[in-house]
């Protein structure tokens, strides 16, 4: 479901007054690492998890925040839905990407984890920026797909100025999600925004795993520390 919403504007916008979109990409697939779960089981999780995801969007402010909301789910999480969106959004808006799907190294987990936002996404986005950078306008890009931060050097090869990322399996997409976003909606800077919630998701996991014996960082937490890339710090309010 492709959903949007967006405040009246001038038909005509120049680069100086673009607005600001967010584009999610939400598919959460219904899978939790190490178990194997039935069908419906997956299906309960997938559905639970996407509504709140859409919910906290809403009770933080995503929609007052930002000029225009898009949301790609579920059947909409292809390479080619996500390509279209961005150029379009890119046309009128400085777009930041919110990545509410799983991932593996070097690709991201598409609709009911049968395809994946891999090459298919980023070669023709990487040609095509290569040819004419305006026809893309990245911001930020923060993720709670694990292995995040193998895709981070190919966002900043796409323009953005920040990106997040998981160094393994990111245990902690909640909260890490939720403080991001408080933070970062009320006008922290990116880099802020992404430490903070990690420390707090890091004292939370320690709860569960902590130290071991010999004071090194239990694998579960070593592998969802995130790593913040880029060419500079913003923040949701600065000039775009």
């Not at 997938?46 to 906290?56: C, I, N, R």
């Not at 393994?168 to 903070?196: D, I």
């Not at 004071?215 to 949701?236: F, K, N």
Request: charged share 20%; with cysteine; net charge neutral.
């Amino acid at each position: 479901m492709l959903s949007t919403s967006e405040r009246p504007r001038s038909s005509i916008t120049s680069a100086a007054v673009k607005g600001t979109a967010l584009l999610v990409v939400l598919e959460n697939v219904g899978y939790i690492s190490g178990l194997d779960l039935p069908d419906w089981a997956m299906t309960v999780i997938d559905t639970v998890t996407e509504e709140y995801a859409k919910l906290l969007l809403r009770l933080l402010g995503a929609y007052r925040r930002y000029d225009r909301v898009v949301i790609l789910e579920d059947a909409e999480v292809t390479n080619e839905r996500m390509a279209a969106a961005l150029f379009d959004l890119s046309k009128s808006h400085r777009v930041d990407l919110l990545l509410l799907v799983h991932g593996q190294k070097g690709c991201l987990v598409g609709y009911r984890g049968e395809s994946y936002i891999d090459g298919g996404l980023f070669n023709p986005l990487l040609a095509a920026y290569r040819q004419d950078p305006s026809v893309l306008d990245l911001g930020t890009v923060y993720g709670v797909n694990c292995y995040g931060a193998s895709l981070a050097l190919t966002w900043l090869a796409l323009g953005a100025d920040a990106v997040n990322g998981a160094l393994g399996v990111n245990w902690f997409p909640e909260p890490s999600l939720t403080l991001f976003l408080a933070r970062w909606l009320n006008g922290a800077p990116y880099s802020e925004a992404v430490g903070t919630s990690f420390r707090w998701a890091r004292r939370v996991g320690k709860l569960f795993w902590p130290d071991r014996a010999d004071g090194s960082e239990d694998p579960h937490l070593a592998g969802s520390r995130q790593i913040v890339y880029g060419r500079r710090d913003v923040r949701l309010f600065d000039p775009r």
